[in-house]
C-alpha cells in the first residue's frame, strides 16, 4: 500500500465537505429509490453535471452515496406498496408485503436494511481486496489485449442485457457510431459530423446520458399516467402501520438467522456484479432463488424476514463489485459504473489500471467512501425509511414534469451550452424509442465511453505492428483467447438462449407466489 | 391493436432501413474514405459501428424471436406517437424561454401546463407547485454556485 497516497485519501475523504456529500448522496439515493420509476441511473444522470462543480472526493461521495441509497431505498416501496421502486427490488415484493399486510412492515424494512448493509459492506470489502490485484494484471495488457478485453465486455453486455441477443448487440452498435460523431480520438479530424460544426466535439456525455437514463424515462411514465390514472391502494392503513410504535421491530437473534441466506447474497452479488452485463436485478433474483431451493423451511415466498434477506444482500451486494471491471481494466461493467467512469472522467481522471499508480490518493478515498457509505446508508436508512414510505405516494403527474425541468438544468449546467439541451431533448426521444422496442439502454451507453478506446488501441496496436492487421487483432496468445471467448459467448448466447433464461428468473418467481 | 408492425422482425426490417440509409449516406461522404497518417480509414469505426446494426436488424428478421411482440409494443397507441414529440417540444420552448425570460419566469409556465395535463388538482395546488419549484431550484442552485439562465431578471437575482 502506498501510505503517503492512502494519507492524502484520509485527508480528501475526511473533510465536512466530502461526508456532507456523501450524507446528502445517501439521503437523495434513498428517496429516489423508494419513488417507483425512478433508479439510481436516473439519479446519477441528473447528478452528474452537479458532480463536477465539486471536489473529486466530493464528487464521489455524492454518486456512490446516491448508488447505495437507491440500491436500499428500492426495498421500502416494495415492502410498504408491493410496487419495487426499481427492479432490482422485485424479489422483495413476495415476502416484505406480505409481512406488511400481516403488520410486521417495520420488521420487513429493519430486515432488508440491516442486510443491504452487510452484504454491501462484506463485498465492498472483497473489492477493496481484489481490484488492486486485477488492475496490476491488467497493467501488463497490450493494446491487443485491452482491444480484445473491450470487446468481450461488450459482447457480455450486449449479450446478457436483455433477452434479445440482436437487440442488445444492436443498442452496442448504436452506441459505437453515437460515439464516433466528431473528432477522431487520436488525429483529431472531424468526421462523421453530418455537416453541422457543433457536432464537431461529439456527442458530450452529460446529455447522453440523461437523455438515454432519465428523459425517455418521464417520456415513458408522462405517457403511462395519461394512460391511466393510478389509485394507491389502502395505502394510508399500511403507512400507518410503519409508523406505529406498537409495530414489531428486528431482534438481533432474528438478524443473525438470516446469516444463512445473506452469506448467499454475498456470494451471488459479489460475483454478479463483477461481470458485466448481469446487475442487481439477477443477482436478488438468484440469491432469492437459491435459499428458497435450498431452506424449505424458512418458508420463503409465504412472508419470511429470510426472503427478504436473501433478495436484498443479492442486490447490494453487487454495488462494489460493479466498479471492479472499470477501476481494473478501464471498461464500465453497468450503467451506474458508467456512469460514475464519466465523472472521473470529467473529474480529468480516466479510469484505468494506471490509475492505481497515477492517483492512488483516488482510489484509496473511493474505496473509503464504498465503505463509509455503508454506514451513511445504515443511519440515513435507520432514521428515514419509515418517512420516505410517505415518498411513494408522491403523484407521478408532479414528479415526471418537475424531473424533466431537472433534466433540462442538468444538461445546460454541464457546459453552458445550449446545444446540449437540444441535444439531450433528441437522445431522449432515441431511448423512449428504445424502451418501447425493447432494446436496452445500458449497453449504449458503455460503448459509447469505451468507443474512442477502442479506436485508440486499435489504432496503437496496428502501429506496432506497422499497418499488418492480422499481427494488430492476432498478435498474442490472450488476445487469441480473449476473440475466441467473445465468439463463444455469442455463440452460446445464441445457442442456449441465455439472455432469454436470465430475464426468466425475475418472471418465473414472479408467476410462482401469490401475493 | 396487434399487428406484424409491432412484432421484432418489422422492428429489425425499421434498425436496417435506419442503419443502411445511414450506411449509404456515410459511405458517400468523402472524409469516410480518408486514409489517416497511421494508415486508419478514418470512416472504419462509424461504418462498424453501422455494420453492427445492419447485422443486428439482420438477425432480427430471422431469429427465433422474430415473431414475438415486445411487452413494450402491445399497448402502443396513437398516444405513442404525439405524447413524447409534445412533451419534448414543451420542454425545448421552456428552454428556449429561459434564454430570454430566464428560468424563474420561463419554467412556472411549462410546469403549470405540464402538471396540469397530466392531471393535477385542484388548479390552486399546481399554481403553487409550479412556482413554488422553480423558485427552490433556483435558490438551491445559486447556493451550489450553478448559474442558471437569469434573462430579463439578471438586474434583480
Known amino acids: 500500500m502506498q501510505i503517503e497516497a492512502f494519507h492524502d485519501a484520509l485527508a480528501l475523504v475526511f473533510t465536512v465537505e466530502t461526508l456532507a456529500w456523501l450524507a446528502i448522496g445517501v439521503f437523495l439515493g434513498v428517496g429516489l429509490g423508494a419513488i417507483p420509476g425512478l433508479t439510481a441511473s436516473t439519479g446519477i444522470a441528473l447528478m452528474l453535471p452537479l458532480s463536477f462543480t465539486l471536489e473529486i472526493a466530493g464528487a464521489l461521495g455524492l454518486l456512490i452515496g446516491l448508488y447505495k441509497g437507491a440500491v436500499f431505498g428500492g426495498s421500502i416501496s416494495a415492502i410498504s406498496f408491493a410496487t419495487p421502486g426499481a427492479p432490482d427490488s422485485a424479489a422483495t415484493v413476495y415476502d416484505g408485503y406480505k409481512l406488511t399486510k400481516q403488520g410486521k412492515g417495520r420488521k420487513a424494512i429493519l430486515t432488508a436494511l440491516y442486510s443491504s448493509v452487510t452484504a454491501d459492506t462484506a463485498s465492498d470489502i472483497v473489492v477493496i481486496l481484489v481490484a488492486p490485484t486485477i488492475a496490476l494484471l491488467a497493467l501488463q495488457f497490450g493494446p491487443t489485449e485491452r482491444l480484445w478485453l473491450m470487446v468481450v465486455a461488450i459482447t457480455l453486455l450486449g449479450t446478457l442485457s436483455g433477452r434479445h441477443l440482436a437487440k442488445g448487440m444492436l443498442s452496442a452498435g448504436i452506441g459505437l457510431f453515437l460515439g464516433t460523431i466528431g473528432a477522431d480520438p487520436v488525429s483529431n479530424v472531424a468526421r462523421n459530423t453530418f455537416g453541422q460544426d457543433w457536432l464537431r466535439d461529439g456527442i458530450h456525455l452529460v446529455p447522453l446520458v440523461i437523455g438515454i437514463f432519465a428523459m425517455s424515462q418521464m417520456l415513458d411514465q408522462g405517457l403511462e399516467l395519461l394512460r391511466r390514472k393510478r389509485v394507491p391502494e389502502r395505502v394510508q392503513e399500511r403507512l400507518a402501520d410503519l409508523f406505529g410504535k406498537k409495530s414489531e421491530g428486528l431482534t438481533f437473534r432474528e438478524y443473525l438467522s438470516c446469516w444463512r441466506e445473506m452469506g448467499i447474497g454475498i456470494g451471488v452479488g459479489t460475483f454478479v456484479g463483477a461481470l458485466p452485463g448481469l446487475g442487481a436485478t439477477v443477482a436478488a433474483f438468484m440469491s432469492y432463488g437459491i435459499a428458497k431451493q435450498l431452506f424449505p423451511q424458512k418458508r420463503i415466498g409465504e412472508g419470511s424476514i429470510h426472503g427478504i434477506a436473501a433478495a436484498e444482500s443479492g442486490n447490494n451486494a453487487t454495488v462494489g463489485p460493479t466498479l471492479v471491471p472499470l477501476l481494473a481494466f478501464g471498461i464500465p461493467g453497468s450503467a451506474t459504473a458508467a456512469l460514475i467512469g464519466a465523472a472521473l472522467i470529467l473529474q480529468g481522471i480516466t479510469p484505468s489500471p494506471r490509475m492505481f499508480t497515477l492517483h492512488a490518493e483516488v482510489i484509496y478515498a473511493l474505496f473509503l467512501i464504498l465503505i463509509l457509505g455503508n454506514f451513511f446508508n445504515l443511519g440515513i436508512g435507520r432514521a428515514f425509511a419509515f418517512v420516505y414510505a410517505r415518498l411513494g405516494q408522491v403523484p407521478g403527474e408532479v414528479l415526471v414534469p418537475v424531473i424533466m425541468l431537472m433534466a433540462v438544468i442538468g444538461a445546460f449546467a454541464a457546459r453552458g451550452d445550449a446545444s446540449d439541451v437540444y441535444m439531450m431533448l433528441g437522445l431522449g426521444f432515441l431511448g423512449f424509442l428504445m424502451r418501447r422496442a425493447g432494446i436496452p439502454e445500458a449497453p449504449l451507453v458503455i460503448t459509447f465511453l469505451i468507443a474512442p478506446l477502442l479506436e485508440e488501441n486499435l489504432r496503437r496496436a496496428l502501429l506496432i505492428n506497422r499497418g499488418d492487421w492480422g499481427g494488430a487483432l492476432f498478435g498474442s496468445a490472450l488476445g487469441i483467447g480473449l476473440a475466441g471467448f467473445a465468439l463463444f459467448v455469442i455463440l452460446l448466447t445464441f445457442k442456449l438462449n441465455v439472455g432469454r433464461r436470465i430475464a426468466g428468473i425475475g418472471h418465473a418467481e414472479e408467476e410462482r407466489p401469490k401475493r | ?157
Do not use: K
Open chain 2, 1 to 157: 391493436m396487434q399487428g406484424w408492425w409491432r412484432s421484432n422482425q418489422a422492428v429489425g426490417l425499421y434498425i436496417l432501413l435506419i442503419a443502411g440509409g445511414l450506411f449509404l449516406y456515410v459511405w458517400a461522404q468523402p472524409w469516410a474514405h480518408r486514409v489517416m497518417r497511421d494508415g486508419f480509414l478514418l470512416g472504419l469505426m462509424p461504418m462498424i459501428g453501422l455494420g453492427f446494426m445492419l447485422v443486428c436488424g439482420l438477425g432480427m428478421l430471422v431469429d427465433p424471436l422474430r415473431r414475438e411482440v415486445p411487452e413494450t409494443l402491445r399497448e402502443v397507441g396513437w398516444g405513442d406517437v404525439w405524447v413524447p414529440p409534445v412533451m419534448l417540444l414543451a420542454t425545448g420552448l421552456c428552454f428556449w424561454a429561459m434564454s430570454w425570460l430566464g428560468f424563474v419566469l420561463a419554467a412556472p409556465p411549462f410546469l403549470l401546463f405540464v402538471m396540469l395535463w397530466f392531471g393535477v388538482r385542484p388548479l390552486r395546488l399546481a399554481l403553487v407547485l409550479s412556482v413554488a419549484v422553480p423558485v427552490a431550484v433556483f435558490a438551491f442552485f445559486t447556493l451550489l454556485g450553478v448559474r442558471l439562465p437569469r434573462g430579463v431578471l439578471a438586474g434583480f437575482l
